[in-house]
């Protein structure tokens, strides 16, 4: 082997070395954009599982009032129903 030869595949080595050194730089780019996506992602689910349950305990608690106060305007010594039937206290 001539020395033209050694410093040709020399030269190809550091460039494939350079070619998989920004392949490698660019891996661990994308890496912290899906740790820093995946956080963001995370904290999302949540928020949105936490205002949901609230969602759903607001709605629970609505829905037995309604059956507690249509209860009570059908029962005739309830004083919640008497004011619900009249619009005021007697």
Known sequence: ????????EKASANRVKNHLNKIEYHQALMRAYE??????????????TFWSTVHTLVLIGI?????????CLFEEDSKVGKVLRKGKFD
């Open 35 to 48: 740790a820093r996506d995946r956080a963001i992602m995370g904290a999302n689910f949540d928020r949105v």
């Open 63 to 71: 829905g037995g009032l309604q059956v507690y106060m249509i209860r």
């Open 1 to 8: 082997m001539n020395i033209l030869e050694e410093i040709i």
